[in-house]
């Protein structure tokens, strides 16, 4: 391995110019001892955790100090639950994922589920049931089930499983929203037209895949 000592990054020997600075290191002799590989992904890295640890921290103490100073001046704790579900809401959907670096088919599940547990805790909370399981719920999970396609399909996730599985859990959220919709003779035509909105996509997904493959099959052998 060649050592460009402007960059401080170690190069492969075939390389006769530093891509970074383009020095030319045709003359360096070979080095055995190791330096960082370009890029140094490991400074970025600690940074990212770095910021995502404080900002956890920053949360949990802020929420403890809001709940103490409820309670010393309303003397109950109610207001600071919304507080608290936020708290708990911004380390699922924003910090564990970013320090951890999810994948997008992991963020889109754990997101949209903590999301419609939160509108059914407001409307337990806030005593006026209904407005959630009847229309944001449903709405939410058909703009997820479209988002998710469309994230699918643009960036070629076809090909890993992992992706379809989100959608399978769209289609059985809102399933069970317009079975339950329909049992206890509410308003049943939002999860009705999220529940056939995220079937028809699974299932176009799997005609597309299955297409990408056969044609796959037909070009490697010249069917």
């Known amino acids: 391995m060649k050592h460009c000592d402007k960059c401080d990054v170690s190069i492969i020997d075939d390389i006769s110019n530093c891509p970074l600075c383009g020095r030319d290191i045709s003359d360096n002799q070979q080095v055995s001892q190791t330096f960082l590989c370009y890029p140094n992904n490991k400074t970025r890295n600690d940074k990212r955790n770095m910021a995502m640890n404080w900002l956890f ?5 802020g929420t403890i100090i809001s709940g103490i100073v409820e309670l010393l001046i309303f003397k109950h704790y109610r207001y600071n639950f919304y507080v608290l579900t936020g708290a708990f809401l911004a380390i699922i959907n924003i910090i564990l994922p970013i ?4 994948s997008f088919s992991a963020i889109s599940i754990v997101a ?5 547990a939160y509108i059914l805790f407001l409307e337990l909370f806030t005593h006026s049931f209904g407005w959630g399981v009847y229309y944001v ?8 089930t479209l988002y998710s396609l469309t994230i699918i399909l643009i960036r070629n996730y076809y090909k890993r499983f992992e992706f379809v ?5 769209f289609s059985v959220l809102s399933l069970v ?3 339950y919709n329909y049992l ?6 939002p999860s009705l037209v999220a529940f056939l909105t995220s079937v028809t996509c699974f299932i176009f997904l799997l005609i597309f895949r299955f297409k990408k493959v056969k044609q796959a099959l ?3 052998f010249f069917i």
């Not at 206890?184 to 035509?189: D, E, L, Q, T, V």
């Open 57 to 61: 921290w920053i949360v949990v103490v």
């Open 137 to 144: 719920i449903p709405l939410f999970l058909l703009f997820m």
């Open 112 to 116: 949209s589920l903590t999301l419609c």
């Open 218 to 220: 037909e070009k490697s």
């Open 177 to 179: 929203l317009f079975l």
């Open 99 to 102: 320090k951890y670096r999810w």
């Open 165 to 169: 599985i989100s959608l399978i859990i």
């Open 184 to 189: 206890s003779k509410g308003i049943i035509w």
